[in-house]
């Protein structure tokens, strides 16, 4: 199939796309890397009236260390994200989720930024700045504004952008020093959309793991910040046995979907073993670090 007509813009600065946006508002769509955006085009599964397109504004690109916070432009691409050595350095828990996001082909044309703005359920980079309690900056015509991740997610593919808006960069807080990070997802490809995944932030102690911050994504409408997790204290000893019950219980929070992919309660059986080996893994990262100190 072919895409509906519509008219394309491609404007050479903010303002310019900014002033599209306002003017065609709940006409117009951005389009950055349009990995998503082009399938539902030509599958008629969306109709915009205009197409703006950002690929010129140079002050949309780049990767950017801004000392409390590493900045992601909404032009880099996944690729960029996953080769950057800032990224693996000061936010690792991108570097853990990049390499299952999507295939090569797609990592080379598609955003961080319009991932987040698509807010696909199932996808990595949603997770990990709900993981992160990372800041959307969203700019309009004459306004500026910075959401949190946890409160931009609010349905499925739904989000706190008005649709004069556009997301111009994310801001996501850097990795202190007693912090260790884990992620896993399940899907039916490496590659493919998440049929259930986990990401999770910790503060170590002595080997063990508190302040945990874990959110499952792939079996929700938007990705889910254990209320629980956070009182959860995973002590240095814990065995298999402790580490799966403390799994369980964290999944108590979630309300999986059934859908194609699967029951909701195989989903909330499947993230629990996740969950499971992913804490296993970052317990020994603790004891490893509490060892060497």
Known sequence: ?????????????????LTLLADHAGEAQVLAGGQSLMPTLNMRLSSPGMLV????????RGIADRGEAIRVGALVRHAEVAESSLIADRVPLIAL??????????????TTCGSLALADPSAEMPAVAVALDARIVLNKRGATRTVSARAFFQGLYQTGRDDDEMI?????????????????????????FATV??????????GALDDLSVVFFGSEPTPLLSPGARDIVVAADSTDIVLTDAARAMTTDMEPMDNQQGRGETKRKQAAVLLQRTLR???GQARVRSSDV
């Open 281 to 283: 893994g970052m317990l």
């Open 168 to 192: 111009t960069e994310v801001l996501f807080p850097v990795a202190r020093e007693n912090e260790i990070f884990g992620f896993a997802e399940l899907s039916r490809r490496h590659g493919d």
């Open 197 to 206: 995944g986990v990401a999770v932030r910790a503060r170590h102690i002595a």
């Open 1 to 17: 199939m072919k895409a509906p007509i519509f008219t394309y813009r491609r404007p050479d600065d903010i303002d310019g796309a």
């Open 97 to 110: 989720a990049m390499p299952h996001v999507a295939h090569m082909a797609v990592r080379n044309r598609g």
């Open 53 to 60: 397109d950002i690929n010129r504004i140079a002050s949309l």
